[in-house]
């Protein structure tokens, strides 16, 4: 299986901050990554597919970056919206596989 | 709009069964492949298992194979989860998961979930 290790596993931020979120892969991926935001007690909603491109809908402060093993994602300037749990996802091969998480909170 | 109902979850005995449903609307079903994926309590999310379109093919991670059969039904738009052999490591909510046209295993819309809790 391909793990899938992400970066940091929480942070604190202010609005306003650049944040950004590293995944990296234990085999190359090419560019089948996927990036999800989650809120509490809601379901992950899919922000980012293959590495870089903008779900519809998703503003542009959000963007990847990445491919084969490393893969950035980056929030440009924090809203208040913003502070959830975002899992990085492969879906090069089975099983597809997240990474652990990184909580974003407020300092 | 893209909207995906999942039920079915519950308390169950180690060993016991359930199964879960999910109700599709707002999109072609049958040319979807539909994943469950689920998530322990307090825990990241882990991949279940997918099924493609014609439902021919059926794909499940380790800790499913064996255990778990996923199926579904084209005229009703529904996914199903069948659960066996129940263990305590299953309980998690169960998110029933769209697929992406093009992109494989990967997933776009998930539903809110149904809770499996499996306790004696």
């Known amino acids: 299986d391909i793990q899938m290790t992400q970066s940091p596993s929480s942070l604190s931020a202010s609005v306003g901050d650049r944040v950004t979120i590293t995944c990296q892969a234990s085999q190359g991926i090419g560019k089948n990554l996927n990036w999800y935001q989650q809120k509490p007690g809601k379901a992950p909603k899919l922000l980012i597919y293959d590495s870089t491109i903008l779900e519809t809908g998703v503003p542009s402060r959000f963007s990847g970056s990445g491919s084969g093993t490393d893969f950035a994602f980056t929030i440009s300037s924090l809203q208040p919206e913003d502070f959830a749990t975002y899992y990085c996802q492969q879906y090069r091969n089975l099983p597809p596989t997240f990474g652990g998480g990184t909580k974003v909170d407020i300092k | 709009e893209v909207e995906l109902v999942e039920s079915g979850g519950g308390l169950v005995q180690p060993g016991g069964s359930l199964r879960l449903s999910c109700v599709s609307s707002g999109f072609t079903f049958d040319i979807y492949a539909m994943s469950w994926v689920r998530q322990a309590p307090g825990k990241g999310l882990e991949w279940v298992s997918s099924i493609f379109a014609s439902g021919g093919n059926t794909y499940y991670a380790d800790s499913a194979k064996g255990r778990f059969t996923v199926s579904r039904d084209n005229s009703k738009n529904t996914l199903y989860l069948e659960m066996k052999s129940l263990r305590a490591e299953d309980t998690a909510l169960y998110y029933c998961?769209?697929?992406?046209?093009?992109?494989?295993?990967?997933?776009?819309?998930w539903g809110q979930g149904t809770t499996v809790t499996v306790s004696s």
């Open positions: 998961a769209k697929g992406f046209l093009g992109h494989g295993t990967s997933t776009d819309v």
